[in-house]
Every structure is written in structure tokens, then in C-alpha cells.
């Protein structure tokens, strides 16, 4: 039995960390002066050189400061199960991914100890359902976040999948056994996890079922580019290269690296050398070519990030508010578009039906159909999406459907877990 415990709800957007210390827990830590909401800090890492990086909000402002040169990492967490993917190049030296993991989770590690006075060697972390549907891959990402947590400096490091964390933050309002169903849509994964509530507590054999899919906000904001954007930047442009007869399209890994924020924000020319190399000589519209030069630009000048964040302020307007008006400029680059509920629905319906087809895979583990379940839990931000909520209240009635904190869940669930169980 540990004294005390560091938790982290490490989020593929947004990061938490609570702790733990002789039976007493301290849920949401400010760690982030520079965020609206100094509890939740933003995943996100900066580095000028390879000497100093910056993390959270202040990632944002330096890499500003610095006019965009260096490395800026969106999203990490995404990376964890892929195997092609090694790390990133900081000053033209290969960082391993478990290595800026840690670098990431070091300093949370430090502003927490002096944030309460107190040295952690332990850890309970959050893991999604799964990282991947691939066992390999999902062990592969498990290897490479137990990595970065011992280097780090955590000995002991325990895990807990975020739908069963955010189940035991929801369990304090069941005094009567209940079956419920736990929805944490975040920015990377799509949880689910089928409980029985009861007697505010969750022993092992309550928990009926659990899954997961990789596909949540970051996708919805990838459709928007896809839809909307991407035709600024040469999506669309068809060409012939030299001498050749056929009609070519941008390359589809091209297209899916755009239209991934995790992707975008790190791409870097050399890997499609051959592409912008070959935009100078391939017969090409005058039009088109522009287009593919302003793609050029938004690369070389590292806008990727800037763009998806011009992209997901519109997601979350379209959501509010039925539609949005969205403007980006940057030198030659001039994007205009509105953004209407409707067509967002439409054009992201194919994520919308993965996560559904996700819930019901859920339900089929736990042998339940939707009627059987007595209260649906929301978690996560994506779960606020109106495509979401009108799904599952038609599918469970719309006084079963109920929203817990949508950023907080996961962590005040890890920290009541951890004092039942850890400490
Ligand atoms: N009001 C809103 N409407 C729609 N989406 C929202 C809203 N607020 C936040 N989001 C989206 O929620 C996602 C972030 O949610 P959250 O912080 O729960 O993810 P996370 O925990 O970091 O990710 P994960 O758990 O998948 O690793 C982002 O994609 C963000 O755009
Ligand atoms: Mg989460």
C-alpha cells in the first residue's frame, strides 16, 4: 500500500492531475497559470530547440513568440500505439516518443510536489479502453506510456481504463443497484463501459463490459477540413506529372495527413518531398498550382496547428449555435466559409456511426440491449456534440441520458478509486 499517489488523466486534448496523500485526495491540481481553467491543461508540447520546451498553454504563446519555428506536438497521445511512428525530430535529433511523453509528465510531476509540498514515486494513470483495436498495438502503446512514466521517475504505476474511472465518479449517486452505461467521448477515443451501480462503489465483477474506438474529436475536427478547407489547399486539384498520361490525385496519405491534427501540426515537407519537388514541373491548372503552393506554405510555415485550432473553435460555434463563420488569412491565404449544422452532421456521420457501432458492440459484450439499461453517463467533450445526444436519446429515451462534468470525470473518478484502492 502506497502513502500517497499521484493520478493524471492524460488526455489526447486536455491533461489533469490529482493526487492523493494519507487517504486525503486533491482532485484537479491548477497546474496551468496560462489556461482559462488552470486545472485543465492542454496537452500540448513546444521546442524552440533542444534545450528548452514549453508545455500546456504556454506552448501555444512560445511557439507564437518563436513565429512558428521549432517543434509543436498536438495530440501525442494518438501516436502511442502506432508503430511507424518513433518520435520526433528536435534539432535534427530523433526524440522517442516515450522520451516526450515523459518530458511532458516530468514536469506535471514537478509542478505537482511543489504545488502541494509533496515527493511522488507512484502513479495511477488513466488508459483509454482501448488504445488500439490491435492487442499488439495496444500493448505496444501501454509499453511506451509505462516508458515514459519510469523515466519520470514513478516506481510504482498503476492503471485504470478512463470509462471505469469516470464510472466511479458516477457510482456516488447509486445507492440501489442500476445498470448504467458510461460514454466518455473524448478528443482521440470513444469509451464505453457497461456497470452495475451500486452502493456507491465498484468492485471488479460490476463492471459487464468495456470498448473503445480511436475515433473521437479530433476526427469531427479532421471532417471539418476534409469538407471545408482542404479544396483551399489543392485537395481537390487534379494533375499529370511529366510525361505521364494519367490524371493524378493528391495522394491519399497526403490527404489523410491534412486532415489529422496530430498529423498536420507535425507534418514536415521532407516526408512528401517528392510531392511539393514535383508541383514545380507537373502540368497543372495555373489555379491549381496556387492552391498547392498555399499547402506548401502552411507546411513549411508550420500554420497546421493554428488552422485546426480556427477549426475547432468553428466545431464547438457550429455546435452551440447552428452555424459559423469561418476566416483564416495568413499571407495569400485567404479561407471564408460558413459552417452550417446540417452538413456538419452529414459530412461527420461516418464517425458518428463508428462511435455507435462502438456502443453497441459495448452493449452486445455486457449481453444487454438498450432497454435494459437504466441511466446513460456522458463524459468528455466530444460527448457534447448534438448528433451525439439526439442519438442517444432516441436510442434510450431522452430521462436516461444524463452529463456529468465533461473534463473532470475521468480524473475525480481515478482519485476516488485510488483512495479505495491505492492508498
Ligand atoms: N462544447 C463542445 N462541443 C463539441 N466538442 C467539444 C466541446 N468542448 C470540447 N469539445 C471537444 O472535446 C475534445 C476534448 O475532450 P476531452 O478533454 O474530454 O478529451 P481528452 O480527454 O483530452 O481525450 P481522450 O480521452 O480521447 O484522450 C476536443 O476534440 C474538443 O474539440
Ligand atoms: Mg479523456
Not at 283 to 303: Q, Y
Amino acid at each position: 500500500m502506497k502513502q500517497s499517489t499521484l493520478v493524471m488523466d492524460f488526455g489526447t486534448s486536455n491533461t489533469l492531475v490529482g493526487a492523493v496523500i494519507d487517504g486525503k485526495s486533491f482532485s484537479a491540481l491548477p497546474l496551468d497559470p496560462f489556461s482559462p481553467d488552470p486545472t485543465v491543461i492542454r496537452t500540448l508540447l513546444f521546442f524552440p530547440d533542444g534545450n528548452k520546451a514549453y508545455y500546456g498553454h504556454e506552448a501555444i504563446d512560445a511557439y507564437e513568440d518563436h513565429d512558428f519555428e521549432g517543434r509543436f506536438i498536438k495530440s501525442i497521445k494518438k501516436f502511442l500505439p502506432v508503430q511507424s511512428y518513433l518520435g520526433s525530430y528536435i534539432d535534427n535529433r530523433m526524440v522517442k516518443l516515450e522520451d516526450l511523453i515523459h518530458f511532458f509528465m516530468l514536469e506535471m510531476k514537478k509542478r505537482a510536489e511543489k504545488h502541494l509540498n509533496h515527493q511522488f514515486d507512484s502513479i495511477l494513470l488513466g488508459r483509454p479502453a482501448k488504445y488500439s483495436q490491435d492487442s499488439a498495438k495496444d500493448n505496444l502503446a501501454l509499453y511506451r506510456m509505462t516508458k515514459a512514466a519510469e523515466l519520470a521517475g514513478f516506481k510504482y504505476i498503476a492503471y485504470l481504463p478512463e470509462p471505469i474511472a469516470a464510472a466511479h465518479d458516477f457510482s456516488s449517486e447509486f445507492q440501489e443497484s442500476k445498470l448504467v452505461l458510461v460514454v466518455d467521448l473524448g478528443g482521440g477515443t470513444s469509451d464505453f463501459t457497461v456497470v452495475n451501480m451500486h452502493k456507491n462503489k465498484i468492485q471488479q465483477e460490476d463492471v459487464l463490459a468495456i470498448s473503445g474506438v480511436p475515433v473521437a474529436g479530433d476526427k469531427y475536427d479532421g471532417s471539418i477540413m476534409e469538407h471545408k478547407i482542404a479544396k483551399y489547399l489543392g485537395a481537390n486539384v487534379t494533375y499529370r506529372a511529366p510525361l505521364g498520361k494519367n490524371i493524378l490525385q493528391m495522394p491519399k496519405a497526403l490527404l489523410d495527413h491534412i486532415c489529422s491534427p496530430g498529423d498536420l501540426t507535425q507534418f514536415h515537407k521532407k516526408e512528401f518531398y517528392a510531392f511539393f519537388k514535383g508541383l514545380k514541373s507537373w502540368n497543372v491548372s495555373s489555379e491549381n498550382r496556387k492552391k498547392l503552393e498555399l499547402l506548401e506554405v502552411i507546411v513549411d510555415d508550420n500554420l497546421g496547428f493554428k488552422v485546426f485550432e480556427a477549426i475547432e473553435k468553428a466545431k464547438v460555434t457550429v455546435n452551440l449555435e447552428g452555424s459559423a463563420h469561418f476566416h483564416y488569412k495568413y499571407t495569400d491565404l485567404e479561407i471564408i466559409e460558413d459552417i452550417h449544422r446540417d452538413e456538419f452532421d452529414t459530412f461527420s456521420q461516418k464517425h458518428t456511426n463508428k462511435i455507435f457501432d462502438e456502443l453497441h458492440e459495448c452493449l452486445k459484450l455486457a449481453q444487454l440491449k438498450p432497454e435494459d439499461i437504466d441511466f446513460i453517463y456522458c463524459t468528455g467533450g466530444t460527448s457534447k456534440l448534438n448528433s451525439i445526444q439526439t442519438r442517444l436519446k432516441k436510442m434510450f429515451s431522452e430521462e436516461k441520458v444524463q452529463s456529468g462534468n465533461a473534463f473532470n470525470s475521468v480524473l475525480a473518478g481515478l482519485n476516488k478509486y485510488a483512495i479505495e484502492n491505492l492508498c
